[in-house]
């Protein structure tokens, strides 16, 4: 005999029900057939012997329903009954199989099978989201990297390295005539002197001391005035004797103009400075820039200019020397 | 009686001189064939710990000492040959002592040549498309990663930085394409620090994925300069020697655009040192011809390259190109890939 009222005021109130659990608003119950999950006298499987739940097992609903007539048979005591995939159809089943069933466990079924299909539909919605993935770190393999990098750091003395780098890029003329260091347009100056002083002993053997010497002499001589003229940055000789007064304002005006247009001489052959370009390049690149700085027409212009400007501070001494004798 | 009272005193003595002799006989002397030597003790056959100890350090005491004596020797010995004194000694290194990579690239190549004529940086090589760069992040960024996302857009010209919002990679990247970007760069975060960096090169380029590590933005450094400016960087790539280091190394140098403005005296470095890239960005003075000063600005960080895909982003079907496998490529200290 099934005694409901009994049963839910042993378990109920009274004493201890294993699916129980107690919060501080509210009690809820572990049953997995529990239709609503709350622990009521009309919710309760095991206070119920007329009851119905649906299940989900895999993405199929399932309506499990229970019969006082079955009570003395646990084995069979839960009728399975498989819903079809349609919303609609799905709640004919249900009306249909629970016909004449209390309101209460028709409603409840209901709500339950909504709630299911709801999501189950996210659940294939977000499949097909972006899906991440969680990569665990082992603790050992991050520490030992981090310990190789340390010491990679270490061996690679960066800041020496970069230093290099652009004091090669430097000597290799990618600035071009940015930076005016005379030592740098010297050796220039001298490597085509012993290039010319070379190549003239190839084609006139027969003279070969006294052009040799005749041009050894010149690279001297040219070695004197540079030496002389360095602090007035006058890199290139055929500028040396002459001198040629030029007004202050075209300077300031035309300055960073000339700059640009600098610039722009240097970039054609930049390009391939950008990559890690092979030495054959570099030298193309070197004799490029030596047979700009050779041409006299941007040449003497630049360098005119740049000295004009070292020379500003003698120019204005000069003139306030003036003033003060007339 | 006479025997025994000898091998009582020898046994159960053992005073500390007879054990110290014996200990160090046995840490120098081989055991000769044919002579039969006392039973020595090593260090490790004592049970006492402090003992033990005591023994081992003693031990080595020893060593040291015969070291630094063979040490004065040598010096002695080049001093007194002066000139005539054979060339010192090179230390081995890591990188001395690194495994020969066959896919080292000879400068001289032409294969190799033809191939980075041919590839997908070949354009931006020859001039026809300038660098534009999208900047984003994963879902959510928080914290340091905001404002690495930010200083990297002022390092890199010609930068946009753009919040992810979840949106797909896979949706956006052919808008980038639709508006001429050539470059995404995505950073991944783990507890608000990026510690992932996907770069992937635009029209049909190769994707690369890299681990990030030892982020310094830029308040965090010392003796730094003033923020960076808006000229092109010139761009230092160092010890790129494989097939794959260079290209990675055209990845890189394909971020910024081809001709740098050297008025702005900025150099970003890509430096690789046993596959760790290590990124700079300085600003540089030359003082005079020999001496050159540089000041950091600009974030710096460390780069691990965990793979190369061919293609854009395409995690799942992608052609991957190069994964770094770890049992494989970590297993020997002295080889490495880029």
Same mark, same amino acid.
């Given at each position: 005999?099934?005694?409901?009222? @009994? ?54 609903? !399932? ?147 006294? @052009? ?24 290139? @000789? ?6 040629? !007064? ?81 | ?338």
């Amino acid at each position: 005999m099934q005694h409901d009222d @009994v049963i839910w005021d042993i378990i109920g109130n009274k004493q201890f029900c294993s699916f129980k659990v107690k919060t501080k608003s509210q009690n809820f119950c572990r049953n997995e057939y529990s239709i609503t999950g709350v622990c009521n006298r009309s919710s309760c499987p095991l206070a119920n012997s007329q009851y119905a739940t649906i299940r989900e097992e895999k993405g199929q609903c !399932f309506l499990y329903m229970k019969e006082i007539e079955r009570a003395a048979f646990p084995a069979r005591m839960w009728e399975k009954v498989k819903l079809s995939k349609n919303y609609e159809k799905a709640l004919e089943q249900i009306d249909e199989n629970l016909i004449y069933w209390p309101r209460f466990l028709r409603h409840k079924c209901k709500q339950r099978f909504t709630k299911i299909t709801q999501y189950l539909i996210r659940m294939r919605k977000l499949v097909l989201k972006r899906q991440r993935k969680l990569v665990p770190l082992s603790r050992k393999v991050e520490s030992r990297e981090k310990r190789k990098e340390e010491k990679a750091l270490i061996a690679a003395q960066l800041d020496n390295a970069i230093e290099k780098e652009l004091l090669e890029r430097l000597k290799q003329g990618t600035y071009g005539d940015i930076y005016n260091f005379p030592v740098y347009a010297f050796d220039k100056a001298l490597e085509q002197q012993d290039a010319e002083s070379e190549s003239d002993a190839e084609e006139e053997e027969e003279e070969d001391d006294e @052009v040799m010497g005749g041009s050894f002499y010149k690279s001297l001589c040219l070695m004197i005035e540079k030496v002389f003229y360095s602090e007035r940055v006058f890199p290139f @000789v055929q500028d040396v004797g002459q001198r040629e !007064f030029v007004a202050e304002d075209e300077v300031e005006e035309s300055d960073l103009s000339d700059f640009e247009d600098m610039n722009k001489l240097k970039t054609s052959s930049d390009e391939e400075e950008q990559d890690e370009s092979s030495e054959e390049e570099e030298e193309e690149e070197v004799q490029a820039s030596r047979s700009k700085g050779k041409s006299p027409a941007n040449g003497s212009l630049v360098r005119k200019k740049r000295a004009y400007v070292e020379i500003e501070y003698e120019q204005e001494t000069e003139s306030a020397s003036r003033r003060r004798t007339t | 009686h006479e025997q025994r009272g000898e091998s009582d005193d020898q046994s159960w003595r053992t005073p500390m001189k007879d054990l110290k002799m014996e200990e160090e006989s046995s840490g120098v002397e081989k055991l000769e064939p044919g002579t039969t030597f006392p039973p020595t003790f090593s260090v490790s056959e004592i049970k006492n710990k402090q003992r033990r100890h005591q023994m081992f350090m003693k031990l080595k005491q020893e060593k040291r000492k015969q070291k630094m004596q063979l040490k004065k020797k040598r010096r002695k010995e080049r001093e007194a040959l002066g000139d005539k004194a054979p060339p010192k000694e090179v230390p081995k290194t890591i990188e001395n002592q690194r495994v020969f990579d066959e896919t080292t690239v000879d400068p001289e190549d032409e294969e190799i040549a033809f191939d980075e004529g041919t590839d997908e940086f070949s354009a931006y090589f020859n001039g026809l498309t300038n660098p534009k760069v999208l900047i984003t992040t994963s879902d959510r960024p928080r914290g340091r990663v905001v404002k690495f996302c930010e200083q990297l857009a002022t390092v890199i010209p010609n930068a946009h930085v753009y919040y992810r919002r979840g949106l797909a990679l896979k949706r956006i990247i052919p808008q980038c394409i639709a508006r001429d970007f050539t470059y995404l760069i995505v950073i991944n975060q783990d507890r608000q620090t990026p510690n992932g960096l996907v770069l992937c090169h635009l029209p049909d380029g190769p994707t690369a994925h890299f681990k990030v590590s030892s982020v310094r933005l830029q308040k965090e450094l010392k003796r730094r300069g003033k923020a960076p400016t808006e000229h092109s960087p010139e761009v230092i790539l160092n010890n790129f020697s494989t097939r794959l280091g260079h290209t990675i190394g055209r990845l890189f140098a394909a971020l910024f655009p081809q001709n740098p403005q050297f008025v702005g005296r900025q150099v970003a470095t890509f430096h690789n040192q046993r596959d760790f890239i290590f990124f700079r960005f300085h600003r540089y003075i030359f003082k005079n011809e020999k001496k050159v000063g540089i000041q950091e600005l600009g974030p710096r960080f460390t780069l691990k390259l965990r793979s190369l895909q061919k293609g854009t982003f395409d995690s799942k079907y992608g052609e991957f190109e190069w994964v770094l496998k770890r049992h494989e490529m970590d297993a020997c200290r002295r080889k490495f890939q880029l």
